[in-house]
């Protein structure tokens, strides 16, 4: 350790600059990873979030809400299921409306059964109880959209009053509004008023006693041609986009999760091929190559934890904001995993540099070579 630490100290200019691109590249990696959740979440937080244990959309949907539409005919054919204990309707529509003085696109959410179609948590007030009520997201509570604001349905007129928020209920990228199914279809009629009705996008569905949620989803699937349920977990998951978006990240994460390693390990390499004289010197005093290999990966982890230090600090305070319509979250799972990758794949990197070191014959200090490349 006292090798390492005096190395360090007399080159620190080289080492800073090291770990302040370490540091760099955690903070893109964890920042990369919060902005695909939230991305991710801006889309679908309305089915991650709400109550219902399995949604049944129709075939022709393709498992997206916007375009599912579930007859009448359909939905008694999925109540009547064995294992369905509880079955309800869930609709979504995206209407142009007028609030907080603006004019803005919001996606409104009707469900007929609370508990079945409902935002799971509330951060303040109240789930709506009467007609002309709705919960709202609550990061768009200060554009119109606070408790006791009115939102007017354009054209039409028809108002719809804030009671309470939720956290994360957005539906594709849009401020989103949860109310009961009379109050949707209000709002249907108000914006078209030559609208026959408002059919369901999908059946919310919960589970009898003694039934699993993917018992019931095998069951509507195998007894409903016409139907496709999907655990919420899986509606969430298997949502239009959601894969291409993870995909396209993935790519990104691989090849930070390359980088920082190659940079280490060729700093590394690199040093140790530059000190080779000063090395050959330490053997040829009787220093042996273990506690030299042992000075070279104390050097290698202080580098990484300090590194990983800067760029879990600079995370921090911007993982707790609101990118847009973007909701940012600190992520504990992903730091835990970047971290423990990255130190891995660092030490792993280094032990290029430390095979050099071992390979030093203390006999070249008389001949004047060093470390061969």
Known sequence: MFLALKEIRRAK?????????????VFLILFQQTLQNGLITSFIGAIRNQSAPVLVYSVDGRKNLQGSVIPPDLAQQISAVEGVGNAGQLGQGTFSVQAGGATDSIAIIGYDTEGLGSPTKLTDGRLPQAEGEAVALDS???DGFGTGDIVTVTPGGYELTV????????????????????????????????ATGAPPAVITVQPADGFTAEEVVAAINDQVPDAEALTRADAEAQTPGVAQVQQSFLIIFLLYGLVVPLVTGLFFLILTLQKAKSLTLLRALGVSGGRLVRSLTAQVLIVLIAGLAIGIGLYT??????????????????????????????????????????AIDPIEATTGSGVGT
């Not at 200019?13 to 590249?25: A, K, N, P, Q």
């Not at 401020?175 to 078209?192: G, Q």
């Open 13 to 25: 200019g080289r080492f800073l600059l090291l770990t302040s691109s370490i540091g760099l590249l």
């Open 140 to 142: 768009a509570s200060g």
């Open 163 to 194: 009671v309470g928020h939720a956290s994360q209920i957005g539906l594709q990228a849009t401020t989103t509004m949860f109310t009961t199914y009379p109050t949707f279809e209000a709002a249907v009629t108000s914006a078209n008023p030559d």
């Open 317 to 358: 305070p911007l993982s707790q904001r609101e990118l847009g319509s973007i909701p940012l979250t600190f992520q504990t799972g992903a730091v835990v995993f970047w971290s423990v990758l990255l130190m891995v794949l660092g030490v792993l990197s280094s032990l290029f540099a430390a095979r050099r070191v071992l």
